[in-house]
């Protein structure tokens, strides 16, 4: 693993544990709000127009299965390519590449939509992923939900395997 690589990231970018793996720090979390009457039900709160984060994924982990009420996009920064697993509310999985060899059918950024959930994992075991986050509406942990193993795989049985591997 580029170990050093990692903890330099980690001082430099003042990052810290995420709940769901690996490392973050918020970078964005704009000024101006949007009042929850104007938002859909899912949310119970004002919220915040738009956040930002860097995220930080050791190839010797993961992030757990979760998902949020917002839309997030990924954006791909440095080291090797992420693999994001999403399932969407019809069951579906579907496993996008983000990173920045194009021509091997990795992206810059992905969108997960809200309420599906999703998890992600370094594609090199010796490696690291450095990418951004960006919500909107912006990011509150009362809308973040890690998912339960047992729940997750009586809903999706037909993805058992990513479940098993991805969720804590």
Not at 24 to 35: L, N, V
Not at 65 to 94: C, K, Q, T
Request: charged share 20%.
């Amino acid at each position: 693993m580029q170990e050093n690589r990692i903890l330099q990231l980690v001082a430099q970018l003042q990052l810290l544990p995420h709940p769901e793996g690996g490392y973050y720090k918020e970078t964005y979390r704009s000024e101006e709000g949007i009042k929850a009457e104007d938002l859909p039900n899912r949310f119970t709160a004002n919220r915040n127009f738009s956040t930002a984060i860097y995220f930080l994924m050791p190839g010797n982990t993961f992030s757990a299965f979760h998902r949020i009420a917002s839309d997030e996009v990924w954006h791909f920064y440095d080291g090797d390519p992420i693999d994001i697993f999403v399932i969407n509310e019809m069951g579906e999985l579907e496993i996008l590449k983000l990173g920045n060899k194009l021509a091997e059918g990795q992206q810059f950024q992905h969108l997960v939509k809200a309420g599906n959930w999703f998890a992600s994992q370094c594609s090199k075991a010796d490696g690291y992923s450095l990418v951004g986050c960006t919500v909107a509406p912006g990011f509150d942990f009362a809308d973040f939900e890690l998912a339960n193993k047992v729940a997750l795989l009586q809903q999706f049985p037909q993805h058992a395997a990513w479940i098993e591997k991805l969720c804590r």
